[in-house]
Nanobody
Framework: QLQLVESGGGLVQPGGSLRLSCAASVPTLDYYIISWLRQAPGKEREGVSCISTGSGYTENADSVKGRFTISRDNAKNTVFLQVNNLKPEDTGVYYC???????????????????WGQGTQVTVST
């Protein structure tokens, strides 16, 4: 059973940066497509970034393009989300999620996954 644990959230001023981490409990993430999703208060959960297996194809939602970067360190079984130039509308709980399988691409807007972390809070405010 895959378990995911997020960390790295916090309070940051507009324009600031954070590095979110998603640590996995399995020996390898090679067979899992991993995504980061977020949920703001009163809003539906939305997918923001994903990374596929194999070549590591990545995709970002339009709202975060040019500001968020997803990456994976297979040796550490960890997926990262570098978030730069944060805006107040980026505030929310950020979740790491996964689905088992191999694919040459992924879809950032996908919200249905088999495995979820507990989330880490990101607050962008002055």
């Amino acid at each position: 059973q895959l378990q995911l644990v997020e960390s790295g959230g916090g309070l940051v001023q507009p324009g600031g940066s954070l590095r979110l981490s998603c640590a996995a409990s399995v020996p390898t993430l090679d067979y899992y497509i991993i995504s980061w999703l977020r949920q703001a208060p009163g809003k539906e959960r939305e997918g923001v970034s994903c990374i596929s297996t194999g070549s590591g194809y990545t995709e970002n939602a339009d709202s975060v393009k040019g500001r968020f970067t997803i990456s994976r360190d297979n040796a550490k079984n960890t997926v990262f989300l570098q978030v730069n130039n944060l805006k107040p509308e980026d505030t929310g709980v950020y979740y790491c999620a996964a689905v088992r399988g191999t694919a040459s691409r992924c879809y950032a807007r996908r919200v249905i996954y088999d495995y979820w972390g507990q989330g880490t809070q990101v607050t962008v405010s002055t």
